[in-house]
C-alpha cells in the first residue's frame, strides 16, 4: 500500500497551524512546512525513536526497557479524577475526555534534565480547558497531578526506583498557559504505554521530568505540591524545572544538549525556545527558583 506523502497528524497540524494564522489575519496563501507546527522547523524525532528510548521508572530504570514493560500496561477503562479547590469537582472517562475537549496536534521539543532531545508531534487538548470545567477556586494556586500506581503491571513500582506515586505540580497560571497540554496521542495516534498512555502532562518549556505520564488525578491546591524529584533530590531538582542553558545541573552542564539522531550537540535555548513563556517569571530569580 502506498504511504499518502504527507502523514495524516503533520498534513494536519499544518492545516490547523494555516487555519489558525489566517484567523489572525496574519497570512494568506502558503505556509511553509517548516512552520507547519507552532512555528517549529526542528526536524521531528522519527516515531521509532520517540517510542522506544523512554524514561519511566514506574516500569524501569532504563530508557529501552519501557517499550517492552509496558505493552501489556492496561488503559482502557481510565479515569481521571480532577478534584482539591474547586467548585465542581468531577470524575472523567478517558472516552468522555476525548469526546469533550477538541484534541489538536502540536509538535514541540522535548528537552530532559539529562540534556538529551527529541521532536515530538502530540496530539491533546489545552490543560486550561480541563481546569475551567471544574471551575478552580480563587485559594488554589497550583495544580498537582499524580501518575496511576499498578505494581501488578509495574514492575519499577514492585522494585520501588523511587516513592510512587510520580507527582508533579505547576503554579496555576503556568498550568493556564495555552502551550501547556494534555496528550493523550502522538504521531497521529493514541499514546503508546511507554510515552504515557492513557493521557499525559507537556509542559514543553520545561525539563521533561515535569511531563508527567499516565494520569489520573488532578488536584487545585493552595500550597506547592511536593513534586517526586525534588523530594528525591532537591539540590538538583527545582520545583521549577524551566529549561535554562545559564544553570547548570550540579553534575552536568545544561548549555548544551544531544538531539536524539543527531551527532553534533546544540546549544540549549532558554525555556527550551518557548520565550512567549518568559512574562509568567517576570521578577523572579530563575537561578534560585531552578
Ligand atoms: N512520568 C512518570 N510517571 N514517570 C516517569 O518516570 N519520567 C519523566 C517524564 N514523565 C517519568 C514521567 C522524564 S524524566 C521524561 S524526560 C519524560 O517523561 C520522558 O517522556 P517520553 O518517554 O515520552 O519521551
Same mark, same amino acid.
Given at each position: 500500500?502506498?504511504?499518502?506523502?504527507?502523514?495524516?497528524?503533520?498534513? &494536519?497540524? !499544518?492545516? !490547523? @497551524?494555516?487555519?489558525?494564522?489566517? +484567523?489572525?489575519?496574519?497570512?494568506?496563501?502558503?505556509?511553509?512546512?517548516?512552520?507547519?507546527?507552532?512555528?517549529?522547523? %526542528?526536524?521531528?524525532?522519527?516515531?521509532?525513536?520517540?517510542?522506544? /528510548?523512554?524514561?519511566? /521508572?514506574?516500569?524501569?530504570?532504563?530508557?529501552?526497557?519501557?517499550? %517492552?514493560?509496558?505493552? =501489556?500496561?492496561?488503559?482502557?477503562?481510565?479515569?481521571?479524577?480532577?478534584?482539591?479547590?474547586?467548585?465542581?469537582?468531577?470524575?472523567? %472517562?478517558?472516552?468522555?475526555? &476525548?469526546?469533550?475537549?477538541? $484534541?489538536?496536534?502540536?509538535?514541540?521539543?522535548?528537552?530532559? *534534565?539529562?540534556?538529551?532531545?527529541?521532536?515530538?508531534?502530540?496530539?491533546?487538548?489545552?490543560?486550561?480547558? &480541563?481546569?475551567?470545567?471544574?471551575?478552580?477556586?480563587?485559594?488554589?494556586?497550583?495544580?498537582?497531578?499524580?501518575?496511576?500506581? *499498578?505494581?501488578?503491571?509495574?514492575?519499577?513500582?514492585?522494585? =520501588?526506583?523511587?516513592?510512587?506515586?510520580?507527582?508533579?505540580? #505547576?503554579?496555576?497560571?503556568?498550568? !493556564?498557559?495555552?502551550?501547556?497540554?494534555?496528550?493523550?496521542?502522538?504521531?497521529?495516534?493514541?499514546?503508546?504505554?511507554?510515552?504515557?498512555?492513557?493521557?499525559? #502532562? *507537556?509542559?514543553?518549556?520545561?525539563?521533561?521530568?515535569?511531563?508527567?505520564?499516565?494520569?489520573?488525578?488532578? %488536584?487545585?491546591?493552595?500550597?506547592?505540591?511536593?513534586?517526586?524529584? $525534588? +523530594?528525591?533530590?532537591?539540590?538538583?531538582?527545582? @520545583?521549577?524545572?524551566?529549561?535554562?542553558?545559564?544553570?547548570?545541573?550540579?553534575?552536568?552542564?545544561?548549555?548544551?544538549?544531544?538531539?536524539?539522531?543527531?551527532?553534533?550537540?546544540?546549544?540549549?535555548?532558554?525555556?527550551?525556545?518557548?520565550?512567549?513563556?518568559?512574562? &509568567?517569571?517576570?521578577?523572579?530569580?530563575?537561578?534560585?527558583?531552578?
Amino acid at each position: 500500500m502506498n504511504e499518502p506523502v504527507t502523514p495524516e497528524w503533520l498534513y &494536519l497540524s !499544518r492545516r !490547523r @497551524f494555516i487555519k489558525g494564522l489566517a +484567523a489572525l489575519g496574519v497570512v494568506a496563501g502558503s505556509t511553509p512546512l517548516a512552520y507547519a507546527a507552532d512555528n517549529l522547523s %526542528d526536524e521531528i524525532t522519527p516515531f521509532e525513536k520517540a517510542s522506544a /528510548y523512554n524514561n519511566f /521508572y514506574e516500569f524501569s530504570l532504563g530508557k529501552t526497557e519501557p517499550a %517492552d514493560l509496558a505493552k =501489556g500496561f492496561v488503559t482502557s477503562p481510565w479515569r481521571v479524577a480532577v478534584g482539591g479547590l474547586v467548585a465542581k469537582p468531577a470524575t472523567f %472517562d478517558m472516552k468522555e475526555i &476525548l469526546a469533550r475537549f477538541p $484534541q489538536r496536534d502540536r509538535v514541540y521539543r522535548l528537552r530532559c *534534565v539529562e540534556a538529551w532531545s527529541m521532536v515530538i508531534p502530540w496530539r491533546g487538548f489545552p490543560l486550561a480547558a &480541563l481546569l475551567d470545567e471544574v471551575k478552580p477556586a480563587p485559594e488554589a494556586k497550583f495544580v498537582r497531578f499524580e501518575t496511576a500506581v *499498578v505494581p501488578k503491571q509495574m514492575p519499577g513500582v514492585r522494585a =520501588g526506583n523511587l516513592p510512587f506515586p510520580y507527582v508533579e505540580g #505547576l503554579r496555576i497560571d503556568e498550568a !493556564r498557559h495555552p502551550l501547556a497540554i494534555l496528550a493523550t496521542g502522538m504521531y497521529g495516534k493514541p499514546l503508546p504505554p511507554q510515552n504515557g498512555a492513557p493521557i499525559r #502532562l *507537556v509542559v514543553p518549556w520545561k525539563y521533561g521530568f515535569k511531563s508527567i505520564k499516565s494520569v489520573v488525578k488532578i %488536584d487545585l491546591v493552595a500550597e506547592q505540591p511536593r513534586t517526586t524529584w $525534588q +523530594a528525591q533530590n532537591p539540590a538538583e531538582y527545582g @520545583f521549577y524545572a524551566n529549561v535554562n542553558p545559564t544553570v547548570d545541573h550540579p553534575r552536568w552542564s545544561q548549555a548544551s544538549e544531544r538531539r536524539i539522531g543527531e551527532w553534533l550537540r546544540r546549544k540549549t535555548l532558554p525555556f527550551n525556545g518557548y520565550m512567549e513563556v518568559a512574562s &509568567l517569571y517576570k521578577g523572579m530569580d530563575l537561578t534560585k527558583n531552578f
